[in-house]
């Protein structure tokens, strides 16, 4: 390749110093677009500069948009677990991050479980909600009381599938028996994925901004998860340039 024009090497300098790392993901697109790469520079720096959130939590932000099914961008997984561990993060915080952001699937449920009762309806096949029996109100009890709330969302999942439901109990439940993250920041992890593009969760998102500002969350700090979770994007690039500079070059043409 060739030597990075004073442009180029002007605009990696500044991303060095802002961003504290460099990828070779970061200089295919510096080599194509310089412009570009800057323009993304001060979009991502934004949160880095308000700084309601402190370094560490910003990197466990990272990780749960990086990590979450939906998303599962493995180079951005590895730099933020690294650069988490490198601010302070423990092991098990970065698990516990994890594991608060594998219970995303259930979404497949609170999404599938009403609609299912809406046709089932339409179609005369229910009435209305059966009432709980001893065994639901336990795991209803159960779920309150391990997760701080309940919403009118989980009722049907409860009567219509106590078992899906108790197992997700437990399963969700681990960290918040076990981890050592500030409920306020777990609840920042859910909003942070259910708000990525990749997922766009509206019904989750609205609760953990209730259950967040419950926990003492200011609108700043809301504000820079968003701000956090709105620069996946930039995958798209990191992706998909590379690729493009491999096949120009693969034509004996250079960039």
Do not use: C
């Amino acid at each position: 390749m060739t030597e990075f024009t004073p442009r180029q090497q002007e605009i990696k300098d500044a991303f060095v110093e802002q961003r504290g790392t460099w990828s070779p993901l970061w200089e295919s697109i510096l080599r194509l677009d310089p412009e570009f790469l800057l323009s993304y520079l001060d979009f991502s720096m934004v949160p880095w500069k308000k700084n309601h959130l402190d370094a560490k939590t910003k990197e466990l932000m990272y990780i749960a948009v990086d990590a979450a099914a939906t998303h599962l961008y493995q180079p951005g997984i590895r730099q933020h677990i690294k650069a988490a561990l490198d601010v302070g993060a423990t092991p098990q915080e970065i698990m516990e991050v994890i594991e608060l952001t594998s219970t995303l699937g259930i979404h497949a449920m609170n999404i599938g479980v009403p609609l299912l009762v809406k046709v089932l309806e339409e179609k005369g096949l229910r009435t209305g909600p059966a009432p709980l029996d001893e065994n639901q109100e336990r795991v209803k009890a159960e779920f309150t009381a391990n997760r701080g709330y309940w919403h009118s969302f989980w009722d049907e999942m409860l009567e219509l599938d106590p078992e899906l439901f108790e197992a997700y109990t437990n399963f969700s439940s681990v960290p918040w028996k076990t981890g050592t993250l500030s409920p306020k920041v777990r609840e920042f992890v859910y909003i942070a994925f259910d708000a990525a593009a990749t997922h766009l969760y509206v019904p989750g998102l609205k609760l953990h901004y209730e259950n967040a500002l419950g926990y003492g969350a200011t609108v700043g700090e809301l504000l820079e998860v968003l701000e956090i979770a709105s620069v996946i994007g930039i995958h798209a690039a990191t992706t998909a340039v590379p690729i493009l500079v491999e096949e120009v070059e693969a034509r004996g043409d250079t960039i």
